[in-house]
């Protein structure tokens, strides 16, 4: 299983003011990168959903979804596109993001066709918390030697003799009752979606799309 972004890298994961803009060059050999950023309001006015955001840093910009045009309804906000699954708090993925829109006085936006972006059930926030627990918990199998934790009551084992959650394959746990206290107590119930979301969004072995 890839492991866990590391949503704090400013190389993989830019704010919006330090992103490219769509009419600078960019070399082919380019590290990949995404724009994320939490989505606090939809403010749709044309055809087109537009959604202002909060990018790792706090900053604000707006994303611009384009609809392909035979799926424009034409007079309708949004152009008619489902974006019920674009709720507040959510966070937008955005492959390679530019700005566009750039001039004297205003800091432009994001805009990007509607299949290339990815949504995550979580804030930025949340997503960085995991990131951290994530990486604390390479580092203490570094010095464990490959064991993991149970999720619930923390005893290391062998990764064989213990059970991992089949929903996201990302937390282990001892038995059933681990399991239990995992998804009820600490936390897995609301984190197994985003763990799944993440997977999702960045099948890549090195934690990329």
């Not at 937008?92 to 700005?99: D, G, I, K, Q, T």
């Amino acid at each position: 299983m890839p492991p866990f972004p590391d949503f704090s890298n400013p190389t993989i994961f830019p704010t919006f003011a330090s992103l490219p803009l769509a009419t600078d060059d960019v070399p082919p050999n380019s590290t990949p990168y995404h724009l994320i950023g939490t989505i606090s309001e939809n403010m749709t006015l044309s055809t087109s959903p537009t959604f202002i955001c909060k990018d790792p840093s706090g900053a604000p910009f707006a994303l611009t979804l384009r609809i392909p045009a035979a799926l424009v309804k034409a007079g309708v906000q949004g152009g008619g596109y489902d974006v019920s699954g674009f709720k507040k708090g959510f966070t937008f993925v955005v492959p390679n993001a530019r700005r566009s829109g750039v001039s004297e006085g205003k800091q432009g936006f994001v805009e990007i066709p509607v299949g290339e972006v990815k949504v995550i059930p979580a804030s930025v926030k949340k997503l960085m918390e995991m990131s951290a627990r994530e990486r604390e918990g390479i580092e203490k199998r570094g010095r464990s030697q490959g064991k993991e934790s149970c999720q619930a009551c923390g005893n290391e084992k062998e990764a064989e003799k213990l059970s991992r959650c089949k929903g996201c394959e990302s937390v282990w746990y001892c038995d059933k009752n681990c399991q239990t206290v995992g998804w009820t107590e600490k936390g897995h119930k609301g984190e197994c979606k985003i763990y799944r979301a993440v997977l999702s969004a960045f099948p890549g072995a090195d934690g990329t799309a």
